[in-house]
């Protein structure tokens, strides 16, 4: 489906667009080796730069600061951030969102899990699921239900998920297997907690649906959450999904994030029982 892989493409574009619309802070460290000869000019032309924007939404200036280094050894490196308003605005919700008790007896063995989400699928979806493990990376595989005709892509970062045609241009979910750089066994309750690194920070415009801490899925393990977002003005992505799994003995905890474009916003229950169903294969 090449118009879908297209799609990557206008992402990154529109990734860095976003990240200065919201104030967020990001940095890169790219070294590049080159001939020095001829560099050092461009190279101090670089440094100098900076530009700053005023957006329309309220949120100020973003200054963009681009710091180059010519080594010795003829390499450079230089440090690209962004810092803007805004990050008082990205919090991580507290207390149940509007579905606090959501049921999740259904979370047992395979064939509940699928007769759960094919009872609450839209008809007219024609969303199925199947029942089985994949690999999201050399050492990590996940098993549950994978929506049936959604391509998954070769690990790399974890997957991808991709519909077909019959959803909208950015509907899409990924799996992952995070450690937010800290790749050893660790609190990460605490983790989720963090302002810093948890994935469950959200955005002054985004309308909690449910959060939700999710019960162990056997034997106490793994421990959960889920976060539903809604935000109806979003260009792009209305409705978003994460969740996560976890063991204080693993390495690694299991992520899983839906998007939803305007015309799926009403698949987000089963595609959040998607990803609360997701065993990482990793935690016992």
């Not at 008082?88 to 989400?117: A, K, Q």
């Not at 999201?136 to 996940?142: H, K, P, Q």
């Amino acid at each position: 489906m090449p118009n879908r892989r297209a799609r990557a493409h206008a992402l990154f574009a529109l990734i860095i667009v976003s990240m200065l619309a919201m104030g967020c802070r990001a940095e890169f460290d790219i070294d590049r080796d080159v001939a020095a000869a001829g560099y050092q000019e461009a190279a101090a032309e670089a440094a100098d730069d900076s530009f700053s924007f005023d957006d329309d939404d309220g949120l100020g200036a973003v200054e963009e600061d681009l710091d180059i280094t010519l080594d010795e050894d003829g390499s450079f490196s230089f440090d690209f951030s962004t810092d803007g308003v805004g990050d008082e605005g990205r919090v991580i919700p507290d207390g149940p969102g509007s579905e606090p008790d959501r049921d999740m007896s259904w979370n047992t063995d395979p064939g509940s899990v699928l007769e759960h989400l094919a009872s609450i699928a839209p008809p007219d979806s024609g969303l199925t699921f199947t029942w089985k493990t994949v690999a999201i990376s050399d050492d990590e595989s996940v098993t549950g239900p994978f929506p049936d005709g959604w391509e998954i892509s070769e690990p790399f970062l974890g997957v991808t998920l991709e519909p077909g045609d019959d959803f909208d241009f950015f509907t899409d979910a990924e799996l992952d297997a995070g450690c937010q750089g800290s790749c050893s066994p660790q609190d990460w309750g605490a983790l989720m907690e963090d302002p810093e690194l948890s994935p469950f920070v959200v955005g002054p415009a985004e309308t909690v649906a449910v959060l939700q801490d999710l019960a162990p899925i056997v034997d106490g393990a793994p421990e959960g959450r889920l976060l539903v977002t809604l935000d109806p003005d979003a260009s792009f992505s209305p409705a978003s999904i994460t969740v996560t799994r976890w063991s204080d003995e693993a390495t690694h905890f299991l992520w899983c994030a839906v998007s939803l474009d305007e015309g799926d916003v009403d698949l987000w229950p089963v595609m959040a029982d998607m990803c609360a169903a997701m065993r990482p294969d990793w935690i016992g």
